[in-house]
């Protein structure tokens, strides 16, 4: 008796979260890197998708000396109680409320022009410890903890970052995925995934990012050569090594073509399919290549210019029909 509780108690002592990797004594309800309830088991689909694990009610995360509480389910508030010795960084319309000797200062991020551009913050807010300081989105969905080892950066889809912790780099780039519509004499060029994303890593100690998500998310990680069509707009975030294009899809077709840019337009097949995609039968996706995990939410808006006239693209996989 007393040997299979010593190795219970070893287990116990051994635990290593499933969603995020983060290894804890096991004490706790829920993971103290994610939040996702201990022991809880990964609900894979046939198709390979991972469902994003539950949160309880009041789960605690811990960065540093620092404590993370995911209060609410609804529209749900990251409850941060900074020690003296770590800082948060995060826009400033999710600023939510805090005691008064959290000293807030600002983060100025450089390439801000092309952040105006894009209808991004162009400045970041920053918090330092000690003392408690809240976040929320205003707006109903998830709250979705992304832990970050040292080495690994995490691209982010532009308006679903909450807050991350001092410890994360910032960064941002050009996605390089957009088309053009004309209607008439007006052209107008589309960013279906953003005109920028997000990216954060870390380079010694681990970090913590939170993000917002609308409706469920499901994880799948893709093997080197193994890709994955999903809606542009549900794309909630990917490791750096998975690459992603546009693919236009025409039902009934057999062998993909590679279209380029601008230079040489789309062509007689671009022009037909145009007219097919009049009467809906056109669909616009977001291949993801692997290797490396990608994030996608339930709730999703559609895709601008979808159904319009393309003119030019960037570079696409085309399925003839």
């Not at 000396?65 to 990251?78: F, L, T």
């Not at 929320?136 to 970050?148: F, K, M, W, Y």
């Not at 050009?174 to 004309?182: A, I």
Request: with cysteine.
């Amino acid at each position: 008796m007393s040997a299979n509780m010593n190795q219970a108690a070893s287990a116990q002592r051994n635990y290593t979260c499933s969603w995020c990797g983060t290894a804890s004594d096991g004490t706790r309800l829920s993971c103290p890197g994610c939040g996702a309830t201990v022991n809880v088991k990964n609900i894979v689909t046939d198709s390979g998708w991972t469902e994003a694990p539950g949160r309880k009610d009041m789960a605690v995360l811990q960065f540093g000396s620092s404590y993370c509480q995911i209060e609410g389910k609804y529209v749900p508030v990251a409850d941060m109680n900074l020690s003296k010795d770590d800082s948060v960084y995060f826009a400033h319309h999710v600023l939510l409320w805090k005691e008064p000797q959290v000293n807030i200062t600002n983060l100025p991020i450089k390439g801000a022009w092309k952040r105006l551009m894009a209808g991004l913050p162009v400045i970041m807010t920053q918090a330092h410890g000690p003392g408690h300081i809240a976040f929320s989105r205003d707006v109903p969905g998830e709250t979705v903890a992304l832990p970050i080892q040292p080495g690994q950066s995490v691209d982010v889809r532009e308006h679903v970052f909450v807050v991350a912790t001092g410890q994360v780099n910032y960064g941002f780039f050009q996605t390089g995925v957009w088309f053009t519509t004309k209607k008439d004499d007006e052209t107008e060029t589309h960013y279906p995934v953003g005109y920028l994303m997000d990216r954060f890593s870390v380079a010694q100690a681990p970090g913590l990012v939170l993000l917002h998500a609308s409706g469920n998310v499901f994880v799948r990680k893709l093997n080197p050569g193994q890709s994955i069509l999903v809606k542009p707009t549900a794309l909630l975030f990917k490791d750096q090594t998975v690459q992603m294009q546009l693919y236009f899809e025409h039902p009934g077709g057999n062998t993909p073509t590679v279209l380029g840019g601008a230079a040489g337009g789309l062509g007689l097949l671009g022009n037909i399919a145009n007219v097919m995609a009049s009467f809906g039968q056109r669909y616009l996706w977001l291949q993801l290549n692997g290797p490396g995990r990608v994030a996608v939410q339930s709730a999703f808006e559609p895709v601008e210019g979808e159904n319009g006239t393309i003119t030019s693209n960037s570079q696409a996989l085309r399925q003839r029909w």
